[in-house]
């Protein structure tokens, strides 16, 4: 092989390994998505747990205003499924999912309303901290989410 060639090889090798480092720094649309939908579900969870303490010091407002922000938020979940069968390494969505997809959606409506009805009435009375997650996060984990490790 004569020297131009091997100069030539070695920069077209170099070429294609930058070009894998690159592929893998940049997250693919199906990482972005679950990167997204896994970052939500941690923010309403951090918020779900904020319910509790705000009933147990009688705020009502503040009560009320995280209220809205779990029925808000609940309205981008399906938002985080809209590649079909995108689960990832690391993720826990389950197939049925997108098996019915109309299910699943009404499973985040059920979170949404439940949660603008406390937003609205603001009746802290009405709530009951496993009651909803029972219902308004159980209700979707248990067919629709794989256990956690
Ligand atoms: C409409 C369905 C649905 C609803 C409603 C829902 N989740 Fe989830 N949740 C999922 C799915 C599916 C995943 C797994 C996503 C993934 O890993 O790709 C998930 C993941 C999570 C995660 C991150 C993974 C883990 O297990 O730590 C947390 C935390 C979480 N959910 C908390 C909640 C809480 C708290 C509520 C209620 C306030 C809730 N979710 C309501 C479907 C739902």
Known sequence: ???????????????????GLVAQDTPSAE????????????????????LPAAKAQGDQAGFQEIAGE??????????????????????LALPAIWEDFD??????????????????SGNMDDYDPRGFGGESCGGCHRDHKARAN
């Not at 092989?1 to 070009?19: D, E, H, P, W, Y």
């Not at 990482?31 to 309403?44: A, M, P, Q, T």
């Open 1 to 19: 092989m004569n020297k131009f060639f091997k100069v030539l090889l070695t920069s077209m090798m170099a070429l294609t390994l930058a070009g």
């Open 31 to 50: 990482e972005k998505e679950y990167v997204y939908r896994d970052s939500l579900f941690n923010v309403i969870a951090f918020k779900a747990g904020q």
């Open 70 to 91: 779990i029925a808000y938020l609940a309205g981008m979940i399906t938002d985080g499924f809209q590649i079909e069968n995108n689960i990832p390494e690391n993720s």
């Open 103 to 120: 299910d699943f959606t009404e499973k985040a409506h059920n979170l949404q309303n439940a949660a603008q009805a406390l937003a609205d």
